[in-house]
């Protein structure tokens, strides 16, 4: 039974597939690695309030900050000494350079591209994989050599950056105050009272949205209601 591939895609600036630049590497990692980090900060002894608290406590009370990004980590094999599905290479950076394209400025992106990255059959919800990121990092190393100076076999390493599109990550984890639809006598204060229980956080709706003139309000206009910092 041949093995699935594991294939990189690169994304346009809409987040869908350019499926004709589709590719897979040479040869499966043998072990990757996924990290991601949770940030917790604790309050000080002062209180929330800046008036020192006399209340002692075997551990500071956490808070939740903010989660990072997964960090996806590959090693890529390449070898092209032998044919490979029956294509004949006599420099393994016709395929290396594949990946080393991901990390360049696309012109119509002014960045690099966005890539999702699978493999194997459907997996679990909440897998590894497909797992949508950047590059952030890659290390070429070439190992074997033609006679001719042209290199045989590389390793990359690979490292991978989670990327969310901002829109779809606040739509799912916070469903209900993402958007809101303008309706006859609302006001930013008001919707601010709601959504964040204060009415002088209005200005955090008005700068997300650019309103110039937050006082007159277009009815059946929808709003995007960030999350407080």
Do not use: C
């Amino acid at each position: 039974m041949e093995l699935s591939k594991l294939t990189i895609t690169p994304l346009d600036k809409s987040g869908q597939s350019i499926t004709n630049k589709r590719f897979a590497v040479l040869f499966n990692p043998n072990t990757y690695s996924i990290s991601k980090s949770v940030t917790w900060n604790s309050l000080s002894a002062t209180g929330p309030t800046g008036a020192r608290t006399n209340r002692m406590v075997n551990a500071p009370t956490l808070f939740f900050a903010g989660g990072g990004s997964r960090l996806l980590n590959l090693e890529l094999f390449y070898d092209v000494t032998e044919p490979v599905n029956d294509l004949v290479s006599g420099d393994v950076r016709k395929e290396t350079n594949k990946v080393v394209e991901l990390t360049r400025i696309q012109k119509e992106l002014q960045r690099p591209p966005a890539v999702e990255i699978s493999w194997g059959a459907a997996p679990p919800a909440h897998s590894d994989f497909p797992f949508t990121g950047v590059l952030s990092n890659l290390v070429q190393r070439f190992t074997f050599f033609s006679s001719d100076g042209k290199p045989l076999r590389a390793t990359l390493m690979v490292t991978v950056t989670e990327f969310l599109d901002p829109a779809l990550d606040q739509r799912q984890t916070d469903p209900e105050f993402t958007t809101r639809r303008l309706k006859r006598g609302d006001t930013l204060s008001a919707i601010a009272a709601e959504t964040y229980r204060d009415p002088a956080q209005w200005r955090l709706i008005a700068e997300a949205n650019n309103l110039d003139d937050p006082r007159h309000l277009d009815v059946g206009r929808t709003l995007t209601i960030p999350r407080r910092g």
